[in-house]
């Protein structure tokens, strides 16, 4: 989609700073982090969020999620995964993402 943020960091267009990449899935680190490890991880096509994902889509982000974690060095200890959804989620950038939290024990509280 070519107005949108996290398609031109996909396709080179924009910096990011990327931790991982495959056939389907693209991983970068968040701007902003909110924890020492924040990466979000998205579909490389197009899909506005979890609305329009699909179970193919949704396997390789699992996937993703899993090797990124490990790799990032948190399976053990643990990690949060959160993908906003629309107004009321607060979602900012409407291509899907999910964001992997951790390197230290997050709050309780999730909103
Ligand atoms: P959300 O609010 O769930 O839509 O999350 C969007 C996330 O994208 C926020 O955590 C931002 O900090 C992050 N973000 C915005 N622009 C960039 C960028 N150019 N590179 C990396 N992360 C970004």
Redesign the pocket.
Same mark, same amino acid.
């Given at each position: 989609m070519s107005d949108c943020? !996290?398609c031109k @960091?996909i396709a080179g267009e924009?910096?990011?700073?990327v931790v991982f990449e495959n056939d389907k899935v693209f991983a !970068?680190?968040? @701007?902003?982090?909110?924890a020492p490890v924040?990466v979000?991880i998205v579909p490389k096509k197009h899909m506005a969020n979890v609305l329009e994902c699909d179970g193919e889509t949704a396997a390789a982000l699992t996937d993703a999620i899993r090797e990124i974690a490990a790799k990032e060095g948190v399976a053990e200890s643990g990690f949060r995964v959160?993908?906003?959804c629309g107004h009321d989620?607060?979602?900012?950038?409407?291509h899907l993402?999910v964001?992997l939290l951790g390197g230290r024990a997050l709050p309780e509280r999730m909103g």
């Open positions: 943020l !996290f @960091i924009i910096p990011g700073n !970068f680190r968040d @701007i902003n982090p909110q924040h979000l959160i993908s906003n989620g607060a979602q900012s950038v409407n993402h964001h």
